[in-house]
C-alpha cells in the first residue's frame, strides 16, 4: 500500500536499520538515529541499483515521488539515473571551482589577444576590479542578478551612472565568456538593462566659435610648459584625430616624405586602419617633434618613461593651466570644432568630414557600399582647415 505522510512520520528507529516501500521501487529506510531516508531501487543492464533522494521531511512524499518518476522516465529511455545524477555532482563540482575572478581573467585575456588598444584593456581591468572585490571569489553559478545590481548601486550612488552602465556589460562578458566554456549557463545581467538609472548623454566641452578658437590658438602658441605638449594641442587642432590616437602615435606610423600619418586598427576606437594627410603646418610641427623625441618610439613619450606614452591627462591640463575649464574646452573638444567649422563652410562633402574623423557609418547597408577613402577631397580640406586656423589665429 502506498504510504502517507502521518505514516512516515510515524515510523519508529530500531537496533538496525530497516525498509518500508510506498510503490514502483520507492522505499524509507529508518536508521537506528531516526533518520528517514528515501532510496529508489531499479534495475539496469540486469543489474539491481539504488539512488538516494535525499532525507524526509526536507524531501517531501511529493517530491520524493516526482523524482522517482523523473528516474524511471530515463529508464524508459535506457539511461541510468545513478549514472546521470553523478555525472550531474561532478559538473556542478567542476562548475563551483570556477571563480567570476578567474573567468573575468581570461575574459581579458582573450581581448588582449584580440589586440584591443592599451587604453581599452586599462578600462576594462580597471571595471572588472570594481566587480571582483564585490563576489570575485564566488563560484561564478552562484552569483545572481540581485548580487550584481549590489555591486552596481555602489558605483551610482557616486552619481556615475555612466560607469555604473559600462560595468554592468562588462560583467555579462566575463558570463558570455563563461557561457561559452561551459561554466555558467546564463548571464544575470540580462535582467538587469533597465535597472539602472540612465545618464543624460553630455558631449565634451569644445570652442566652435570662431573667434573665440582664435584666440584658443594663440594662447596655445604662448605655451610655456613642455615643448611636446605645446606641439600635441597644435596637432590635435590641426588633424582634429581623438587625443589617445595622437598620444600613442609611433614615429614609424609618420611618413615624413609622403605627409601621411597611418594609424594602424588595433590603435583605433573602431579597429579599423585610418590614414591622416599631413598639410603643410603639421608636417612643421613634426620636423621640429622629430627633433626631441624621433630617436625614440613614440611621438610624445612618458617624461618618467620613453617607454610609455604621455599621460592622458597632459594635454587637458595643459589647457587648465591656460585658464580653459573642463566646461569650457577639452583635448577630445578639437574634434568638434573642426567637425563644426567644416561642415558650417558648406565647401565639403560631409562623408569626406566624416571619413577624416575616422567615424564609421551607422546605416549598415549605406555603410557596405560607402568604403571610399576620400582621400583626395581629405588632402584638400586638411590644407584648407591648415590655413582656416591661420587665419583665424592672426584675426
Known amino acids: 500500500m502506498p504510504l502517507s505522510d502521518t505514516q512516515i512520520r510515524n515510523l519508529k528507529p530500531k537496533a538496525k536499520p530497516y525498509k518500508v516501500s510506498d510503490f514502483d521501487g520507492l522505499y524509507v529506510t529508518v536508521t537506528p538515529s531516526g533518520s528517514r531516508l528515501w532510496h529508489l531501487k531499479y534495475r539496469i543492464d540486469g543489474r539491481e541499483k539504488r539512488l538516494s533522494f535525499g ?15 523523473e528516474a524511471r522516465a530515463k529508464l524508459a529511455n535506457n ?15 567542476e562548475r563551483r571551482s570556477h571563480t567570476f575572478e578567474d573567468q573575468a581573467k581570461g575574459y581579458i585575456d582573450k581581448a588582449r589577444r584580440e589586440g584591443r588598444a592599451p587604453a581599452t584593456m586599462a578600462k576594462t581591468e580597471w571595471l572588472l576590479d570594481m566587480a571582483c572585490a564585490d563576489f570575485g ?5 552562484d552569483i545572481t542578478s540581485p548580487a550584481i545590481l549590489t555591486c552596481l548601486r555602489k558605483v551610482e550612488a557616486k552619481g556615475n551612472y555612466e560607469t555604473a552602465k559600462r560595468l554592468r556589460s562588462k560583467i555579462g562578458g566575463v558570463f558570455r565568456y563563461a557561457i561559452a566554456n561551459g561554466l555558467a549557463e546564463t548571464d544575470p545581467t540580462q535582467a538587469l538593462k533597465d535597472a539602472l538609472v540612465r545618464a543624460k548623454p553630455t558631449p565634451r566641452a569644445a ?22 605638449t605645446r606641439i600635441g594641442l597644435q596637432l590635435l587642432a590641426l588633424l582634429a584625430q581623438r587625443p589617445g590616437e595622437l598620444r600613442h602615435a609611433n614615429w614609424a606610423d609618420i611618413d615624413l616624405q ?18 591622416v594627410p599631413l598639410a603643410a603646418p603639421a608636417m612643421e610641427l613634426l620636423n621640429e617633434l622629430h627633433e626631441i623625441t624621433g630617436n625614440g618610439s613614440y611621438l610624445f613619450p612618458s617624461l618618467r618613461s620613453v617607454k610609455r606614452p604621455m599621460s592622458e591627462n597632459t594635454l587637458n591640463a595643459a589647457l587648465r593651466r591656460m585658464g580653459y575649464g573642463g566646461d569650457e574646452m577639452t583635448a577630445h573638444g578639437f574634434r568638434a570644432c573642426f567637425s563644426t567649422l567644416a561642415n558650417e563652410s558648406g565647401l565639403w562633402h560631409p562623408d569626406a568630414i566624416e571619413r577624416q574623423l575616422a567615424h564609421v557609418e551607422g546605416n549598415a547597408v549605406r555603410r557596405a557600399y560607402a568604403r571610399g577613402e576620400h582621400w583626395e577631397e581629405r588632402a584638400r580640406m586638411m590644407d584648407w582647415w591648415a590655413g582656416y586656423l591661420t587665419e583665424l589665429r592672426a584675426s
Open 207 to 228: 570652442i566652435t566659435d570662431p573667434k573665440a578658437l582664435g584666440g584658443l590658438l594663440r594662447a596655445i602658441d604662448a605655451f610655456e610648459g613642455q615643448t611636446t
Open 258 to 275: 609622403g605627409a601621411v600619418w597611418s594609424i594602424p586598427a588595433e590603435r583605433m576606437k573602431m579597429r579599423r586602419p585610418h590614414s
Open 79 to 93: 539511461e541510468d539515473p545513478g549514472e546521470t545524477k553523478r555525472r550531474q555532482k561532478l559538473l556542478d563540482r
Open 137 to 141: 571569489k564566488w563560484p561564478i553559478t
Open 55 to 69: 532525507a524526509y521531511p526536507a524531501v517531501s512524499l511529493v517530491q520524493a515521488r516526482q523524482l522517482r518518476d
